[in-house]
C-alpha cells in the first residue's frame, strides 16, 4: 500500500497497490522455440542412428534436451540449471576445438569433430556445443537466474554419474558399434582406452563430482547470481 497527499494538506488518501503483473507467457519468442525443437527433431535421429541412445546421458546433451524443454515451459529453473552445468564445460569445448583447427593439441575434448569415420553431417550437428552457452545466456537474460539451480544441477549431476558408471560401457570396452560412447562423462577417467587405476574407482567418482561442483558448478552459480536479476515471479518448476 501507499499513502497519496491531496492538494489538501489536511487530507491524506490511502491506496491499495494491486498485484505486481505476471511474467509474460511468451518471454522467449515463439519462432526460437521451434527452431529449436526443428534442430531436436533432426539430431536425435541422427545421433541414435551414429552412436545410440547412451550417448543422450552426456552432461551437455542432456542440457540441450533441458533447454529446449524450459524455452517451452518459460522455466527459469531448467535454464538456469543447465547453465551452472555447462557454460564452464562448453567454454572448455571451444577452446579445444578452436585449437584444434589451428593444429595445436589442448585436451583432445573434440577430437571426434575431426574424425573421418563420421558423415560431415553428424560431426556439424556436434556445433550445438560451440552454441549452446551463448544461447542459454541469451535466455537468462529474458527469464532471470534461479538460485535453486545450483542443488537441481548438482543433483542431476550425482544421478548421470551413477547411471553412466552401473549401466554403460567402461573406458577400454570393446563394443560392436565403433561409435558408441564409452566412459560416459568420465566415470571411469579421462582416458577412454582403459579405467584409471591411480584411485579407488568410488573416491574417483566422489572426488570427480566434487571437483566439477568447486570448478565449474559454484562459480558459474555465483557469477551468474550476480549478473542476472532473479525472475520477476519464480514459477515452481
Not at 7 to 33: E, G, M, S, W, Y
Not at 127 to 154: E, Q
Not at 193 to 204: A, D, E, T
Amino acid at each position: 500500500m501507499k499513502l497519496e497527499v491531496s492538494a489538501n494538506p489536511n487530507q491524506v488518501t490511502l491506496i491499495l497497490d494491486r498485484d505486481p503483473p505476471l511474467v509474460p507467457r511468451q518471454n522467449i519468442p515463439r519462432a526460437a522455440k521451434v527452431a529449436l525443437t526443428l534442430f531436436l527433431a533432426v539430431l536425435i535421429p541422427v545421433y541414435w542412428h551414429a552412436y545410440g541412445p547412451t550417448n543422450f546421458l552426456w552432461f551437455c546433451d542432456v542440457a540441450l534436451l533441458l533447454t529446449v524443454a524450459g524455452m517451452w515451459w518459460e522455466s527459469p529453473l531448467l535454464i538456469s540449471m543447465c547453465a551452472v552445468g555447462i557454460l564452464v564445460p562448453q567454454c572448455l569445448w571451444l577452446a579445444d576445438f578452436g585449437c584444434a583447427i589451428f593444429g595445436f593439441h589442448l585436451s583432445g575434448l573434440t577430437g571426434y569433430m575431426f574424425d573421418p569415420n563420421l558423415s560431415l553431417f553428424t560431426r556439424g550437428l556436434s556445433s550445438f556445443h560451440g552454441w549452446l552457452p551463448f544461447l542459454l545466456v541469451w535466455l537468462l537474460g529474458r527469464v532471470g537466474y534461479d538460485k535453486r539451480a545450483l542443488p537441481a544441477w548438482t543433483s542431476l549431476t550425482i544421478g548421470l554419474v551413477l547411471v553412466c558408471y552401473f549401466f554403460t560401457p567402461p573406458a577400454g570396452a570393446q563394443l560392436a558399434s565403433p561409435n558408441q560412447p564409452v566412459n560416459l562423462n568420465y566415470v571411469y577417467g579421462f582416458n577412454d582406452q582403459q579405467p584409471q587405476h591411480w584411485i579407488n574407482q568410488n573416491l574417483y567418482l566422489i572426488l570427480l563430482v566434487g571437483l566439477l561442483w568447486l570448478v565449474a558448478f559454484l562459480p558459474t552459480h555465483l557469477a551468474l547470481r550476480k549478473i542476472f536479476a532473479a525472475p520477476p515471479l519464480a514459477p515452481k518448476f
